[in-house]
């Protein structure tokens, strides 16, 4: 008898189909062909006025700014890109990662940390927004290379310490038109280190990861292959691009396709933002979505009949109440709210709630959440337009295995992952890299497990799993994903704690409150320390009624302020998370 397929296999059969590119001036130089005229970027000019920057426009001045590059000596060296989204840091980042090796860089680092980057990556010219390079020069006795290049972003910047990139661009042209090739002339082998990303993830120290150009082209085609991406697509761009998420996915994800790209002007601006440029797809973190979610469900509570908002049956949703004809104005409304255009969100960085992104599926607003990693540049699972679970990371993309090692009884191990996207390994740790790339597959450090139709599901990090004295094994996500559930908590982080003189570990959370959810809970009442902490203590003792003893949580700390995070929303599991609240 021949084995029945999975929907991994079948998903197979369904790719969309693709061209081949291995490096990205390979896929400059075809966007430029194919799309020559087509809008690659919608921007806005000083008086707020959107204006358009072709593919062929986007070509020529990667050229001009990657001739002048190789013309100040930085050919085959180390460059690094910093700042806020923005098409000048698109050009520098491609121009960077063809002349030479891209550094990007978080902009929301201390000068400290942006200074050691800049010297174990031997940095020789660094491009950004002015306000970035500043908080270098301010400390310019610690970067190791005093003849590092700066070059701002901003056209008036006062500060003679910087070249102007609209300098760079025009000896650019003036290089090309006197007959300058070198951009041109140049032959990327795909398979060498041109991407050192530092990451700091949610866990320990900061290591460079080493991508190769095939890495993050090969992830780019393997997600056309399963997210069909359209020449009239305009994405929306709001998580910062130095992120290889960002950066692969919503950055050159679209330039291969063809489609456009906006800016969001900052958290603050989304929605105004959204109703100026009327994009179709976005990338987010469960985070945005929820907030999204909030406001949606906060509207249609005042603006629907109470029939409809009051009595919510566990795990129903106002839109299941709704009759047709209400239904569908209430999609309509909520599609203009966000620009009347959006079709897609593509989610990762951490698990979305399943109630959430079923509900955008009834409201008409796809949502597909996948499972990646930097040193997989990113992606290695995810949803796709044929199959999708909200409950689930996905299943492999196309040219990209997983498996679980060594499962437990409940099928729960860690995740290890093989294909061209994996990172050539940390930069100048070999100790390090050898412990995660072992026989061609990278042991991700994160724990899941996997159904028989091949679907992912995330169950926590190895380094946070919380053993118990008799070998229980408990994943702190699961049970934060429990507590955050509820609206009258914003953010929960559980730790295991062992007491003094006691080898028994107890299950401990950190919770910060949504006081204004609770002040509605209270009906206008502002909280007292006491009520918040009341009110939490009953949120938790529901919590511990949905699962094991063992797992139970057995004490809490109300915390007065937001844990600190990544630059994706993830709760750092260190540093000053671990200091106690209120």
């Known amino acids: 008898m021949s084995k029945e397929l999975t929907i991994a296999d079948k998903l197979r059969k369904k790719y969309h189909k693709c061209e081949e590119v291995t490096n990205f001036k390979e896929m400059l130089d075809r966007s430029a062909i194919i ?8 921007l806005k000019d000083n008086e707020g006025k959107i204006y358009n920057k072709t593919y062929e426009e986007l070509k020529n001045e990667v050229t001009e700014l990657g001739t002048s590059l190789i013309e100040k000596g930085f050919l085959n060296k180390r460059i690094a890109v910093i700042g806020k989204n923005s098409y000048k840091w698109g050009i520098s980042y491609l121009a960077a990662s063809i002349v030479g090796i891209v550094v990007p860089i978080d902009k929301e680092l201390h000068s400290d940390d942006i200074i050691n980057f800049m010297n174990v990556s031997k940095t020789e010219c660094i491009l950004g927004d002015s306000k970035n390079l500043k908080q270098i020069v301010e400390n310019i006795d610690k970067l190791e290379n005093k003849d590092t290049v700066f070059i701002s972003f901003d056209e008036q910047n006062q500060d003679k310490k910087f070249i102007e990139i609209e300098t760079e661009l025009e000896n650019g042209k003036k290089l090309l038109e006197n007959g300058n090739t070198k951009f041109d002339k140049i032959k990327i082998n795909p398979d060498e280190l041109r991407i050192l990303l530092f990451t700091s993830g949610t866990t320990g120290k900061a290591k460079g990861v080493c991508l190769s150009q095939r890495n993050i082209c090969s992830n780019i085609l393997s997600t056309y292959g399963i997210v069909k991406v359209k020449r009239s697509d305009l994405f929306f761009s709001v998580l910062p691009m130095h992120h290889t998420y960002e950066c692969s996915l919503g950055f050159l994800l679209p330039l ?3 489609a456009s790209i906006c800016f969001c002007e900052g958290l603050r601006y989304i929605s105004d933002n959204m109703l100026e440029y009327h994009p179709s797809m976005i990338l987010c973190v469960p985070l945005l979505l929820e907030k999204m979610y909030q406001k949606i469900v906060k509207n249609m509570q005042k603006s629907l009949p109470e029939k409809y908002t009051k009595n919510l049956k566990e795990k ?5 109440k709704l009759p047709f004809f209400l239904k569908e104005i209430v999609k309509l409304k909520v599609k203009n709210t966000l620009g009347g255009r959006l079709r897609l969100f593509i989610v990762g960085a951490a698990a979305v709630n399943p109630e959430i992104a079923d509900m955008f599926d009834k409201l008409g607003l796809n949502s597909l959440q996948g499972y ?3 040193e997989c540049a990113p992606l290695v699972a995810g949803n796709t337009d044929f199959y999708k679970r909200n409950d689930s990371a996905g299943l492999p993309i196309p040219n990209v295995e997983y498996k679980i090692k ?17 990172m050539l390994g940390y930069y100048n740790m070999p100790e390090e890299t050898e412990k995660v790339l072992k026989e061609g597959w990278f042991y991700t450090g994160d ?6 139709n091949g679907f992912l599901y995330i169950t926590g990090r190895c380094k946070s799993v919380i053993v118990t004295k008799n070998g229980k094994n408990i994943y702190p996500e699961e049970l934060e994903s429990y507590l955050s559930e509820s609206p009258l908590i914003s953010e929960a982080l559980v730790l295991g704690v062992q007491k003094e003189n006691n080898d028994e570990t107890y299950v401990n959370a950190q919770i910060f409150p949504n006081v204004e959810a609770i002040t509605e809970y209270l009906k206008g009442a502002v909280p007292t320390k006491e009520e918040i902490k009341k009110i939490i203590s009953d949120v938790v003792s529901s919590v511990n009624k949905k699962i094991p003893n063992y797992k139970h949580i057995k004490n809490f700390i109300i915390r007065d302020k937001e844990f600190e995070k990544t630059t994706t929303q993830k709760i750092k599991r260190y540093g000053d998370n671990m200091k106690s609240g209120r």
Do not use: C, H, M, Q
């Open 447 to 452: 724990l899941g497990k996997i159904d028989e």
């Open 256 to 258: 291969y396709s063809g």
């Open 316 to 320: 129903e949703n106002i839109i299941d």
């Open 406 to 422: 060594n499962p437990n009884e409940e099928g729960v191990g860690e995740i290890i992952v093989k294909g061209p996207n994996v």
């Open 35 to 42: 799309f020559k005229t087509r809008t690659a970027f919608k």
């Open 372 to 374: 990646g990693l930097t």
